[in-house]
């Protein structure tokens, strides 16, 4: 049968969202501190001075949160950083499957407009995560993710377009960053999640 305890860091884990392995270390020490006070007391009176599940919940919740961003930015910078220096070093060959011919101002246009968009989301995030401790972490959260999403949505329907555009553009290599980019997505919306929780 569970004791009162048990149902205590229950609630409490029910009330959290971010990175597993932070979490079950909060909730160990959590269970740990209550284990040590119910030893000098009942564990109802150990339960009680520990303070409401929902409490101490949105005070860990401010650092999964923060731990969530990181994660994210840190994401991004990666593959963001990694598909940059790809499309950089391939556009040293010039326009080589234009066979000669140049792309239009149009395309161009394109081509530059997503080399910036990555390179001030690459500075950016290099810069915010300098300066993250200064932020409330929710607020860094919801503004990692939601930066995030545009960001990579943007990235990938510029890098779709190109290639769509180009006479010999081989979709399989864009479909290759599908996934990492659809990773970063995801950490994007847990960390908007682990934003919004408590």
């Not at 009162?4 to 969202?17: C, G, K, N, W």
């Not at 593959?79 to 060959?93: F, H, I, N, P, S």
């Not at 545009?150 to 399989?172: D, K, N």
């Amino acid at each position: 049968m569970p004791s009162v305890i048990d149902d205590y860091v229950a609630d409490v884990a029910r009330r959290l969202h971010g990175p597993g392995r932070l979490r079950r270390d909060m909730l160990a020490e959590i269970r740990d501190a209550l284990t040590d006070a119910a030893e000098a007391d009942d564990p109802e009176t150990a339960v009680a001075e520990f303070g409401s599940a929902r409490e101490i919940a949105g005070g860990l919740q401010e650092v999964l949160a923060a731990a969530r961003a990181r994660r994210t930015a840190a994401l991004l910078v990666l593959v963001l950083g990694t598909a940059w220096a790809q499309a950089e070093l391939a556009g040293r060959d010039g326009w080589a499957e234009w066979k000669g011919a140049m792309p239009g101002a149009g395309y161009l246009w394109l081509a530059e407009a997503v080399d910036v968009l990555s390179g001030v989301a690459l500075a950016a995030f290099l810069i915010g995560l300098a300066v993250a401790h200064r932020c409330r972490p929710r607020e860094l959260a919801r503004l990692v993710a939601g930066v995030t999403m545009g960001v990579m949505a943007l990235t990938a329907l510029g890098s779709l377009l190109l290639v769509g555009l180009s006479p010999h553009g081989r979709l399989s290599g864009t479909l290759l960053w599908a996934a990492p980019f659809a990773l970063v997505q995801w950490s994007a919306y847990r960390t908007w999640r682990a934003a919004r929780t408590g």
